[in-house]
C-alpha cells in the first residue's frame, strides 16, 4: 500500500473513532463556488472532501482552513474563479483527468501551475507587517493531483488546494 493510501486510510480510522473533530466540505453539490487551501498541520480537525471529477474520491486531510474567496476573488484587479482551476481537468464539459484516469499532460499541467501561481498568501512576519507571498504546486506530491484536490506549497507550509468539484 503506497504512502498516500495509508496515511487517507488512517485519517479515516481517526474519524471514525471520534478522536478528531470531522468537516465535510461542500456537501451538497453545486451549492457555490468556493476555494479555499487546506494547511496540513496537527490541528485535531480532519477535512472530508469530494474530488477527482466523475471519478469522485473522498479525500481526507488534517489542518486548518484558510478561505481565498467566493466565486470571484480580486488578484490585482484580477480575479480568480474556481473554473480556472477545474479547466485543465476537462475537454469541453467532460472531466477527461479525474482520480485513476490518466494524469494531466504536461500542457494542462502548466495551465493548472500558471492558475495556482496567481494565488496570494499573506503572512504575518509580526503582530504588524504582512508579506504577500504565492503559492505553488508541490512538486513531490504531483501524483495526487486530480480535479478539486491539489497538493501545494505555501508560506505556511504543505497544503491542500480545493475547490468545488464539478461531479
Known amino acids: 500500500m503506497d504512502e498516500f493510501t495509508t496515511a487517507q486510510l488512517q485519517?479515516?480510522?481517526?474519524?471514525?473513532?471520534?478522536?478528531?473533530?470531522?468537516?465535510?466540505?461542500?456537501?451538497?453539490?453545486?451549492w457555490s463556488e468556493w476555494l479555499a487551501i487546506i494547511i496540513e498541520h496537527p490541528t485535531g480537525v480532519v477535512y472530508g472532501?469530494?474530488?477527482?471529477?466523475t471519478a469522485t474520491d473522498q479525500r481526507y486531510?488534517?489542518?486548518?482552513?484558510?478561505?481565498?474567496g467566493g466565486p470571484r476573488f480580486d488578484v490585482d484587479n484580477g480575479a480568480l474563479e474556481s473554473l480556472d482551476f477545474t479547466a485543465?481537468?476537462?475537454?469541453?464539459?467532460?472531466?477527461?483527468?479525474?482520480w485513476g484516469t490518466p494524469p494531466l499532460p504536461e500542457d494542462r499541467l502548466a495551465?493548472?501551475?500558471?492558475?495556482?501561481?496567481?494565488?496570494?498568501?499573506?503572512?504575518?512576519?509580526?503582530?504588524?507587517?504582512?508579506?504577500?507571498e504565492?503559492?505553488?504546486?508541490?512538486?513531490?506530491?504531483?501524483?495526487?493531483i486530480c480535479e478539486a484536490w491539489v497538493p501545494v506549497v505555501?508560506?505556511?507550509?504543505?497544503g491542500i488546494l480545493v475547490w468545488a468539484n464539478c461531479d
Open 11 to 30: 485519517l479515516i480510522q481517526r474519524v471514525v473513532s471520534g478522536d478528531v473533530r470531522f468537516v465535510y466540505l461542500d456537501p451538497v453539490e453545486g
Open 49 to 53: 472532501h469530494q474530488c477527482a471529477g
Open 61 to 68: 486531510v488534517e489542518g486548518y482552513y484558510v478561505p481565498l
Open 88 to 98: 485543465p481537468f476537462h475537454r469541453g464539459s467532460h472531466c477527461t483527468h479525474g
Open 111 to 132: 495551465k493548472l501551475r500558471t492558475e495556482v501561481e496567481k494565488i496570494p498568501y499573506w503572512r504575518h512576519t509580526n503582530l504588524d507587517a504582512y508579506t504577500r
Open 134 to 144: 504565492h503559492v505553488k504546486i508541490d512538486t513531490d506530491r504531483v501524483v495526487m
Open 154 to 158: 505555501t508560506p505556511e507550509g504543505k
